[in-house]
Nanobody, 119 residues
């Protein structure tokens, strides 16, 4: 099992910055990928950024050049630095982790944190 606890988020003005963090615990050595997804009510969940165990990163087209994903603490914490925020970045942001346990790939989600970009 992997547990994910998110922190950060809140209200910021357009053009501002926020940092989200997600701390993993439990079977952290089994994690192969961590990332951030976001969802606006009534819309599909969207991949924001992911980072693989080897360090490769992938970003959604709408956040490229503005958001940066990184890991720390022996790759048990994933951070999303969000710059030049836009109102359309407003959403609930979820931390996600892929882990291989008992030879099976399992997905784990955090509880979600609200990000609101508004003047």
């Amino acid at each position: 099992q992997v547990q994910l606890v998110e922190s950060g988020g809140g209200l910021v003005q357009p053009g501002g910055s926020l940092r989200l963090s997600c701390a993993a615990s439990g079977s952290v050595s089994s994690i192969t990928m961590m990332g951030w997804y976001r969802q606006v009510p009534g819309k599909q969940i969207e991949s924001v950024a992911v980072i693989f165990r080897g360090g490769e990163t992938k970003y959604g087209d709408s956040v490229k050049g503005r958001f940066t994903i990184s890991t720390a603490n022996g790759k048990t914490t994933v951070t999303l630095q969000m710059n030049s925020l836009k109102p359309e970045d407003t959403a609930v942001y979820y931390c996600y982790a892929n882990a291989v346990l008992d030879l099976k790939t399992r997905g784990y989600w955090g509880q979600g944190t609200q990000v609101t970009v508004s003047s």
